[in-house]
Every structure is written in structure tokens, then in C-alpha cells.
């Protein structure tokens, strides 16, 4: 059975810092590529951050671009994403999201969500 728990969120004022993290089971770790999305009530999931595998390249959100820092490890089974200078609008629940393509389907695993809080 595939897991992926999420940790980490929680209020932070404006300018903090958060590390969000996904702890990942069930699953060829490795061979997953890993993403962060948020969600705001009545609005779509977003994707923030993605890293590749096994290249670890990286792509972000152009409203989180040098704030936030997505890093994986393989040997731990884990992904995470360190958030600077956070601002109101990032304000959502965090989602960790697993996917490869497998026979040409796409296959894919979320996990329960994290909030993130961003208020003085």
C-alpha cells in the first residue's frame, strides 16, 4: 500500500520560514518523480515545485521562485520543501504527489495534505 504522509505546516507570520516534508512508502521511491501542489477552498490544485529522478532537476511556480527550495532523498524515501519569505498568499493545504509514467499511464499517489498558515 502506498503512503505519503506529509509534515510540517503550521502558522508562520509573514517572512517566516517553513520546511514541509513527505515521507514516502509502498513505493520504487527512486524511480517517482516528486511534486508539491497547494489548494485553496474553491480553487484548483497547484503545482508549486517538482524534482525529477533519477536527474534531480528542479521547476517551480513563477509566484514561489526564489523562496522556495524542493530537495529529495532517495536513500530516505523522502521530499521535502523549505519555504522563505513566506507571504498570506501561500496561505493553502500542502500536498505531496508522486508520479511516473508506467506504460504510457500515468500513474499517481497523493498524500493527505499539510496546512500552511501565513498570518500576523
Known amino acids: 500500500q502506498v503512503q505519503l504522509v506529509e509534515s510540517g505546516g503550521g502558522l508562520v507570520q509573514p517572512g517566516g520560514s517553513l520546511r514541509l516534508s513527505c515521507a514516502a512508502s509502498?513505493?520504487?521511491?527512486?524511480?517517482?518523480?516528486m511534486s508539491w501542489y497547494r489548494q485553496i477552498p474553491g480553487k484548483e490544485r497547484e503545482l508549486v515545485a517538482a524534482?525529477?529522478?533519477?536527474?534531480?532537476?528542479?521547476s517551480y511556480a513563477d509566484s514561489v521562485k526564489g523562496r522556495f527550495t524542493i530537495s529529495r532523498d532517495n536513500a530516505k524515501n523522502t521530499v521535502s520543501l523549505q519555504m522563505n519569505s513566506l507571504k498570506p498568499e501561500d496561505a493553502a493545504v500542502y500536498y505531496c504527489?508522486?508520479?511516473?509514467?508506467?506504460?504510457?499511464?500515468?500513474?499517481?499517489?497523493w498524500g493527505q495534505g499539510t496546512q500552511v498558515t501565513v498570518s500576523s
Open positions: 509502498g513505493l520504487a521511491f527512486s524511480r517517482y518523480s
Open positions: 504527489n508522486a508520479n511516473r509514467v508506467v506504460a504510457s499511464v500515468v500513474v499517481r499517489y
Open positions: 524534482i525529477t529522478s533519477p536527474g534531480g532537476s528542479t
